[in-house]
């Protein structure tokens, strides 16, 4: 049986990587030497080409890391590489919490490490060659020494206290552990720009004046009670701009990067905090929160009948099962049913941003938002002519013509 798991899980992760760069190609499909007419009054002729260029790189680049993080995943399961971290994390312990935390320790960071050049070529030679990049390499190295603490200490302890739990009550388990993790789910969604933001940005409550004095009457005129409005410094990383709505109940806060309220007008922020807000009336946010509980309730009591199969650990060359090395198993196992459950929080996302935008554009203005989209998608370099399939499998928000396509019935 042990065998039969083993070439399952080698073939899960065949199959996955092969569609993956399946739809991949597909995107390709869709690159044009000449600006498209659909794009026309979107993109300039100069500005298309640099966005195709900067496709094309991400596309080489990403086909060499996927590979590279291929084959060295399937080197770890066909010579029994978990087998040997398991190992050494026995040898240097007896206690089932600590061997977790070293297996996983040495994982988590010997895969950082070695995907470490990628990322530095990424940031400073990709991103930096089409005008994005702003992270120096005092920031970087600061972000991935507090990027190995906060995972350590939250990732740690969280996986410290499942693990505990799992010693006291064996299979069933997954029911405590859900209670665990839905009230560490919730406390981080209330706390998290409270708590994590600020080791890694500054984030500054957003001036008086004209700004957020739209803002706040907008507010007030669809009965949304705000008093937390936010700048935060993304333009220390990058020239990217972005806005987002975080937090639950009187810790709700809308969160606008510097690069946003540089680059667009008053009426243009405020439509995109519209926006933002038509998630948080629609209930997105909750509705979020309850299904992302439901689903690890669902993971979780899977695992808890799974965990200590003694056919997991031997398939990963393990003769004695332990929770490590049984949750490394059952991750690629369960990687059928995930490709399922995210095709359906694919539709779903792209159904709220839908009805947020609705909300945006009966509320404040069409034009302004789909004018802020532009500038958003252009000034990123987005791709605007995506293939379906890569569509409907990965995308959580509709494509921007698809977004501006569906705005043109509610402008004025």
């Known amino acids: 049986m042990h065998e039969f798991l083993f070439w399952l899980i080698i073939a899960i992760l065949a199959v996955d990587f ?35 260029a900067y496709q094309r790189e991400n596309h080489r680049f990403g086909m060499l890391t996927g590979s590279f993080s291929m084959v060295l995943t399937l080197g770890m399961f066909l010579f029994f590489g978990f087998a040997l971290v398991d190992s050494w994390a026995w040898s240097l312990t007896s206690s089932a919490i600590l061997a977790a935390l070293v297996f996983f320790g040495i994982l988590m960071f ?41 995972s350590g200490i939250i990732g740690g302890g969280l996986l410290a206290l499942i ?57 007030k005129k669809v009965g949304f009670k705000l008093d937390n409005i936010f700048v935060i410094d993304g333009s220390k990383r990058s020239t990217k701009a972005n806005a987002y709505f975080t937090g639950l109940g009187s810790k709700k806060r809308i969160v606008l990067y510097d690069t946003l309220i540089k680059d ?64 490394v198993a059952f991750g690629v196992l369960y990687t059928p049913i995930s490709f399922f459950t995210g095709i359906f929080m694919n539709i779903l996302s792209r159904r ?23 500038k958003l998608s252009v000034n990123n370099l987005s791709n605007l002519t995506p293939h379906k399939a890569y569509v409907f499998f990965h995308y959580s928000h509709p494509t921007l013509l698809q977004r501006l396509d569906h705005l043109k019935q509610y402008e004025k």
């Open 18 to 52: 092969l569609f993956e760069k399946y739809l991949d190609y597909l995107n390709t499909t869709k690159w044009s030497d000449t600006l498209p007419e659909e794009v026309k009054g979107i993109y300039d002729e100069e500005k298309y080409r640099k966005q195709q």
């Open 110 to 150: 010997a895969s950082d490490l070695i995907h470490l050049p990628f990322s530095v070529y990424a940031v400073f030679k990709i991103e930096e060659k089409y005008g994005f990049n702003k992270t120096t390499p005092k920031i970087f190295v600061l972000d991935k020494i507090k990027g190995w603490l906060v």
């Open 163 to 219: 693990v505990f739990i799992y010693q006291k009550t064996g299979t069933g388990f997954w029911f405590y552990a859900w209670v665990v993790v839905s009230v560490f789910s919730i406390f981080m969604a209330m706390f998290y720009s409270n708590l994590i933001v600020p080791l890694f940005n500054k984030q500054t409550p957003l001036e008086d004046g004209e700004l957020r004095d739209a803002i706040s009457d907008f507010s």
């Open 264 to 327: 667009m007008t008053t009426e243009e922020i405020v439509s995109v905090l519209a926006h933002e807000i038509g998630h948080n009336k629609k209930k997105h946010v909750v509705q979020g929160l309850i299904i992302g509980l439901l689903q690890t309730g669902i993971v979780l009591f899977i695992l808890g009948l799974l965990i200590n199969n003694p056919h997991l650990s031997r398939a990963l060359g393990v003769e004695e099962p332990n929770f490590h090395i049984g949750l």
């Open 352 to 374: 709220n941003e839908y009805q947020a935008d609705r909300f945006a554009a009966e509320n404040y203005s069409a034009e302004a938002l789909a004018s802020a989209l532009k």
